[in-house]
Nanobody
Framework: QVQLAESGGATVEAGGSLRLSCAVSGDTDSIEFFGWYRRFPGERRVQVAGQRGGGPVNYADPVKGRFTLSRDIVTNTIYLQMNSLKPEDTAVYYC??????????????WGQGTQVNVSA
C-alpha cells in the first residue's frame, strides 16, 4: 500500500506557472506507474502525464510542451511542473501510482486532489 499527499494547487493568472507535488509513502519499491490526472467539472478524470516502468513519459496533447512530469526517488515525491497555464487547465489534479500486486496485475492509488484555477 501507499499513501499520496498532494500539494501546490492555487489560483494563478493565465501564462503563469505552478508546481504540483505528491509525497508518496509506503511500499514505494512496488510502483510500476506514476502520473497525474485531472478532472473538469462534471467529467471523469483524464490522464495528464504518466510514466510506466523506465519508459518515456506520455503527455496528453493539450499539455505537451507546457507540463513536465518528474519523480524524485530519494524523497519519494512526484512533481508536475505546469508552465504557460491556460484557463482551460482549470481542474482538480490528482496524483496516481499503480503498484504491482505480485499476481501480474496492478492496483491503483490516488491522492485526494488539489484544485488549480487559472484566470484569464
Amino acid at each position: 500500500q501507499v499513501q499520496l499527499a498532494e500539494s501546490g494547487g492555487a489560483t494563478v493568472e493565465a501564462g503563469g506557472s505552478l508546481r504540483l507535488s505528491c509525497a508518496v509513502s509506503g511500499d514505494t519499491d512496488s510502483i510500476e506507474f506514476f502520473g497525474w490526472y485531472r478532472r473538469f467539472p462534471g467529467e471523469r478524470r483524464v490522464q495528464v502525464a504518466g510514466q510506466r516502468g523506465g519508459g518515456p513519459v506520455n503527455y496528453a496533447d493539450p499539455v505537451k510542451g507546457r507540463f513536465t512530469l518528474s519523480r524524485d526517488i530519494v524523497t519519494n515525491t512526484i512533481y508536475l511542473q505546469m508552465n504557460s497555464l491556460k484557463p482551460e487547465d482549470t481542474a482538480v489534479y490528482y496524483c496516481n501510482v499503480d503498484l504491482a500486486t505480485g499476481v501480474g496485475s496492478l492496483r491503483p492509488f490516488w491522492g485526494q486532489g488539489t484544485q488549480v484555477n487559472v484566470s484569464a
